[in-house]
């Protein structure tokens, strides 16, 4: 007994990561604050992978000094308030409902993989669009995919490098040291994906415009991430309500924590409470996305449609408040920062 009990000590000492919390940090426009433009999220799993969600315009550039380390950039669809077209002129500049952005020709979403080296997590289509935009900040050899070892990448990579994975495909990133490495899945979202124009050649500008086109990258995503400490959450990326919620995200991938994009295009603020009460039936929600001022001096405003949905969901909401590190255990309750 004393024998058993001895080994058991040993392999718990030996995977201490396993048993820590995720961490979660949305980086806004103003700190302390979440505002209409938030968008933008850093992950870090107790085995030290960390990525970021949807650059957008939340970003002052490559070398924000809010970002940390960063080993992989998810993307979930090219418009211009995820990809980013534009970016934070700095922390707290303009107002909460129209934060001070100004030009990033390059995309956000490029820059910081750039800087950060980072490997690029959405569909061959967006990531060949990014990894042209890092080429051109960097120059030298086209973006190539991103090498595995026993189906996992491990990170840091050595360079900017690409997932290889399209809607359904399996991403799995790993520290050196770690037993096991973060499953990133990608799945459905129901809404477009066409690029802004400002991403765009003037050729190609012109070419869409005389007959009035956009100019579509595949299908919009959203991803499940499955964290080392049981931690499985649904990245919606913008989307309306669909069936896979309940079919893939809850039945299947059993998701316990779900970051949910607002807005009223798709309509999450009409079918958000559905989709969440019925359908993915998270332990708990984060809500990002707002295209609204949701908080002042870093409280709820009664008045916001944020706040109306609130109201009508069951599982613990929580606000992604910028700069506000969050800690999540592996059953997806909010255990610090919240």
């Known amino acids: 007994m004393k024998l058993a009990c001895a080994a058991l000590a ?36 107790p085995t030290g992978v960390r990525f970021l969600y949807d650059p957008a315009h939340n970003v002052t550039g490559g070398d924000d000094p809010r970002l940390g380390t960063i080993h992989l950039v998810l ?15 700095a922390p707290g500049a303009g107002t909460c409902a129209n934060s001070e952005r100004v030009p990033a020709p390059n995309s956000t979403t490029a820059e910081v993989a750039a800087a950060k080296n980072a490997a690029l997590v959405m569909t061959r289509a967006m990531s060949g669009f990014v990894g042209n935009k890092v080429q051109g900040i960097r120059g030298g050899k086209p973006i190539g995919f991103c090498p595995q070892t026993g189906g996992a990448v491990t990170v840091p990579v050595s360079t900017v490098c690409a997932s290889q994975t399209d809607l359904g495909g399996i991403f799995v990133a790993k520290t050196a040291d ?6 990133i899945t990608i799945v459905y979202a129901s809404h477009v994906n066409n690029v802004p124009p400002a991403l765009l050649s003037e050729a190609q500008r012109a070419t869409l415009k005389a007959d009035g086109a956009v100019l579509e990258y595949g299908p919009a995503t959203g991803f499940v991430v499955k964290f080392t400490n049981g931690l499985t959450a649904y990245l919606s990326g913008d989307t309306g309500i669909h ?17 949910l994009n607002l807005g009223n295009n798709p309509g999450i603020f009409i079918s958000g409470a559905h989709s969440m009460n019925e359908l993915v039936r998270p332990a708990s929600v984060i809500l990002t996305h707002p295209n609204e001022p949701v908080t002042e001096g870093g409280k709820p405003r009664p008045a916001s449609r944020t ?26 309750k909010c255990v610090a920062g919240c």
């Open 75 to 89: 993307l979930t669809h090219m418009h211009g308030d995820h990809v980013g077209d534009q970016k934070l002129k």
């Open 10 to 45: 040993l392999s718990l000492a030996a995977f201490p990561a396993l048993a820590q919390n995720v961490k979660i940090t949305p980086i806004g426009s103003h700190p302390g604050e979440l505002c209409a433009n938030d968008r933008a999220i850093v992950f870090e799993d």
């Open 243 to 259: 069936s896979e919620m309940r079919t893939v995200v809850n039945e299947f991938h059993k998701a316990n924590l779900a970051v």
């Open 178 to 183: 770690a037993p096991r490495g973060v499953e």
């Open 307 to 332: 706040a109306a949905l609130i109201k009508q969901l069951k599982a613990p909401a929580h606000l992604a408040i910028s700069e506000r590190t969050m800690e999540f255990d592996g059953q997806g």
